[in-house]
Antibody, heavy 116, light 110 residues
Framework: EVQLVESGGGLVQPGGSLRLSCAAS????????MHWVRQAPGKGLVWVSR????????NYADSVKGRFSISRDNAKNTLYLQMNSLRAEDTAVYYC?????????WGQGTLVTVSS | QSALTQPASVSGSPGQSITISCTGT?????????VSWYQQHPGKVPKLMIY???NRPSGVSNRFSGSKSAYTASLTISGLQAEDEADYYC??????????FGGGTKLTVL
């Protein structure tokens, strides 16, 4: 059974940092491109970032470029998202998902709240 | 990286068919056949319904179908059922090696 389990969310002050993790199982993680997608409360899905299978190539949405960093540890079957200089508008549920090119597996999401 | 354009809401009666449009540009929808559609019920995780414009994953009802013409992709749901009431999102790969979602469409089954 495919499982993606996110962790690391929580309440953080503006300007703060947080590191999200996504533990994968049930599929070939090391051969899969992985993504982070977020959804602000009551809003739509927004693509955040992706990393290729060996971690050598990454891409980011303009809204997070320079502040967020995606990485992976294939030995641990784990995906990460390091989030720095957090803003109120980063408040959202963050999902990890597998693609390309379609997001076929999704985690349950972890809530990040940026507030003072 | 502007969001793809979807209608905010659509509605239909049980048994009817509805179509949700998803309009992009030459840099996304018009560039590749990598358009996909997702269903999301309130408080739930998005579910892949259509991939690569018109393909259904295993287990998805054949009442769901997809198509594309130029810069606009479409999701059609035939024989509407109460359980189809949900939010629907389209997504496309882009020429910038990024992905973009539509703003979402709320489907109401009357």
């Amino acid at each position: 059974e495919v499982q993606l389990v996110e962790s690391g969310g929580g309440l953080v002050q503006p300007g703060g940092s947080l590191r999200l993790s996504c533990a994968a199982s049930g599929f070939s993680f090391s051969n899969s491109w992985m993504h982070w997608v977020r959804q602000a409360p009551g809003k739509g899905l927004v693509w955040v970032s992706r990393i290729n299978s060996d971690g050598s190539t990454t891409n980011y949405a303009d809204s997070v470029k320079g502040r967020f960093s995606i990485s992976r540890d294939n030995a641990k079957n784990t995906l990460y998202l390091q989030m720095n200089s957090l803003r109120a508008e980063d408040t959202a549920v963050y999902y990890c998902a597998r693609a390309p090119p379609s997001f076929d597996y999704w985690g349950q999401g972890t809530l990040v709240t940026v507030s003072s | 990286q502007s969001a793809l354009t979807q209608p905010a809401s659509v509605s239909g009666s049980p048994g009817q068919s509805i179509t949700i449009s998803c309009t992009g540009t030459s840099s996304d929808v018009g560039a590749y056949n990598y358009v996909s559609w997702y269903q999301q019920h309130p408080g739930k995780v998005p579910k892949l319904m259509i991939y690569e414009v018109s393909n259904r994953p295993s287990g998805v009802s054949n009442r769901f179908s997809g198509s594309k013409s130029a810069y606009t992709a479409s999701l059609t749901i035939s024989g509407l059922q109460a359980e189809d009431e949900a939010d629907y999102y389209c997504s496309s790969f882009t020429t910038s090696s990024s992905w973009v979602f539509g703003g979402g469409t709320k489907l109401t089954v009357l």
